[in-house]
């Protein structure tokens, strides 16, 4: 098959995977005039869409309102009787799922992508069977099929749910485990603690959020803890034994033992790479099953090339998407091939309140430049003071001492994530304190704060 024209396949490229990259992928090599497959055994969308980031996203706006409702009162309104309904919010939040998912799937086949639903496999080099029994071959092959919550395995851990069962979920628990103590486990943390469950986040080591400023990892535990959220550290799980009248028994490393009515895992997610017959095309995996791609997302076969989660480069959204229009560009573009700069990538953590970031932490910055200055501002917004919150915001600016440029940003605020986009483009511009400094202040924000910053 390797030396066969191009006439001679099916498609100019098959995607495995309509996720964030895989579609990003298809339908601009099809703008550039190829045809294109894509095949999905899930939903078109793909994890960020159905079970991640956007459905995430409505749930902290869903659980904000319980502080909202609160502060509101200091700001004139009476907010008794207020009543939360969470089949409500699912529901809601699902159709606005659904709708998304359709809009996906019009773009494809505005874009004459032709949609496989259904499983697909490599069972050659440029042959790709799908789970119909139908086979059909492509010049290039893409594999974008993502990643999935990875759960240890240990006594009862299927009992366990993990994000993408959380959006379905009957009910909120009165009492929830959550494992982990990274994104998931932080913004789930929040989520369900706004809507009243006693939560308690039990992590294995004694770090949250290990790449974050560790001044903002501090801060983000001491508001969390205010706000009735319980930490374990250095714990882990003996077992979880359903009980008799529902709920579950859990025991823990420390012999602490709870009844809690749901636990759930959040402790990474592992490249969906299983039955994709990867070696039958003899495509290499790395030391954590993810696919080994080089800076222009192609393996080690030349035609196929992988984006994305599966790759375990960097598990964001936007990322993927830029990967997805990078390999589409170069491989069926007008242009020379190009790759995606993987530094200076900004991100956040939708916590109450949420963290964002750019660049290097504090002690990133000091060990790799050494000289260092950092600014920093510790302040309680001003709606937080008439709202009577006690909850403190924190701004770190760290900059190379050797030329005043700025190297990170660090934010734990509301709406830090809003703010960071902005700033982000400073500091991927290379722009130094000194610019900073000279751009006016817009009074009286948060924002501000990093144009004050002394
Ligand atoms: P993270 O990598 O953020 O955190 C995983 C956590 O689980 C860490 O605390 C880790 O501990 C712990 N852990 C890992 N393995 C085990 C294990 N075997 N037993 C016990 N604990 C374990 O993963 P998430 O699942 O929270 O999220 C997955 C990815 O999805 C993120 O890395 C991120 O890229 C993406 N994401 C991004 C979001 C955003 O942009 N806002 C939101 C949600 C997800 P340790 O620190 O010791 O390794």
């Not at 895989?22 to 339908?27: D, E, H, I, M, T």
């Not at 529902?246 to 823990?252: A, E, P, Q, S």
């Not at 000091?366 to 001003?382: A, C, E, H, T, W």
Request: with cysteine; charged share 25%.
């Amino acid at each position: 098959m390797a030396d066969q024209d191009s006439e001679n396949y099916d498609y100019d490229l098959f995607t495995i995977g309509a996720g964030s990259g895989g579609v990003r992928a298809s339908r601009v090599a099809a703008a550039h005039g190829a045809k294109v497959a894509v095949a999905e055994e899930h939903r078109v969308g793909g994890t960020c869409v159905i079970r991640g980031c956007v459905p995430k996203k409505m749930l902290v706006y869903g659980a904000h309102f319980a502080e909202d409702l609160k502060d509101a009162r200091n700001f004139g309104w009476s907010t008794d009787d207020i009543e939360f309904d969470w089949i409500t919010l699912r529901d809601n939040v699902l159709n606005d799922v659904d709708r998304l998912n359709g809009l996906y799937e019009e773009t494809l086949e505005n874009h004459n992508v032709e949609i496989f639903h259904e499983r697909a496999e490599l069972v050659g080099p440029h042959e790709i069977r799908l789970a119909s029994g139908k086979t059909v071959t492509a010049r290039y092959i893409l594999i974008a099929t993502g990643a999935r919550p990875h759960v240890p395995e240990f006594e009862g851990s299927e009992h366990a749910i993990t994000s993408n069962e959380a959006f379905h979920l009957d009910e909120i628990p009165k009492k929830i485990i959550i494992a982990g103590g990274g994104y998931i486990a932080n913004e789930f943390a929040g989520i369900f603690n706004e809507f009243g469950s006693k939560v308690c986040l039990v992590n294995r080591g004694d770090q949250l959020l290990r790449s974050y400023d560790e001044a903002l990892r501090d801060r983000l535990l001491q508001i969390s803890i205010i706000k009735g959220i319980e930490f374990k550290f250095n714990t882990v799980f003996k077992y979880i034994k359903p009980c008799d009248d529902g709920g579950f028994h859990v025991k823990l490393s420390d012999n602490d033992e709870e009844i809690v009515d749901l636990v759930m895992f959040a402790t990474g997610r592992v490249p969906n790479v299983e039955g994709l017959g990867l070696g039958n095309a003899g495509v290499e995996l790395g030391e954590k099953g993810e696919i080994k791609v080089d800076e222009f997302s192609k393996t080690n076969v030349d035609h196929i090339y992988a984006v994305g989660d599966v790759t375990d480069r960097v598990q964001l959204t936007p990322v993927a998407i830029r990967e997805g229009q990078a390999f589409a560009d170069s491989v069926f573009g007008d242009v020379e091939p190009y790759a995606v700069d993987h530094s200076c990538i900004p991100s956040a953590v939708f916590s109450h309140p949420p963290i964002a970031a750019v660049g290097l932490t504090e002690g990133q910055a000091r060990n790799s430049l050494g000289n260092i200055k950092v600014y920093q501002s510790d302040f309680r917004p001003m709606k937080n003071v008439l709202a009577g919150r006690n909850e403190r915001s924190l701004f770190k600016m760290v900059c190379d001492a050797a030329n005043d440029r700025i190297v990170g940003i660090h934010m734990i605020a509301p709406e830090a994530a809003e703010m960071m986009q902005a700033a982000a483009v400073a500091v991927k511009a290379g722009l130094t304190k000194a610019d900073f400094d000279a751009t006016t202040a817009i009074h009286p924000t948060m924002a501000e704060e990093l144009v004050l910053l002394r």
